[in-house]
């Protein structure tokens, strides 16, 4: 079976239908309800580790051939660069980010973003 990893930027955490995929399972503590674009709701009652160490929610009812990965989530390594055909996930110490900045304010920046409850705004 293909497996596939979609990196969303309005996630706030990662979630799976393949409990296969997670590791150190383990209950929530408080049921967490997943909200989708049609109003549909499922909850998920256990949570783990995906295979890059990010906490990780087990949806039933998701399919198990993909994981939704937090844009969020991952940028706290460093960052994430989108562009129209692909993008990257890029590992930065705080001096290289801090310099990556510095970079892309040099550019013509036609949106600044911020985050608010681990989404990007």
């Known amino acids: 079976m293909t497996f596939r ?5 309005g996630a706030t955490t990662q979630m799976t239908g393949a409990p296969e995929r ?11 309800e997943i909200r989708g674009y049609d109003n549909s ?3 998920s009652k256990i949570t783990g580790l995906n295979q890059d160490g990010k906490p990780t929610l087990l949806v039933p009812g998701m399919p198990t051939d993909r994981d939704l990965l937090s844009a969020w989530y991952y940028a706290q390594d460093g ?14 110490t705080k001096e290289q980010q801090v310099e990556f900045e510095s970079f892309i304010q040099s550019l013509d920046v036609s949106m600044r973003l911020k985050i608010e409850n681990g989404t990007y705004i």
């Not at 990893?5 to 930027?9: F, G, I, Q, R, Y």
């Not at 997670?22 to 967490?32: C, F, I, S, Y």
């Open 41 to 43: 709701t499922k909850i």
């Open 22 to 32: 997670l590791t150190e399972h383990r209950l929530l503590e408080r049921e967490q």
């Open 5 to 9: 990893e979609h990196m969303d930027s």
């Open 79 to 92: 960052c994430i660069v989108f562009f129209g055909d692909g993008g990257y996930v890029v590992a930065m």
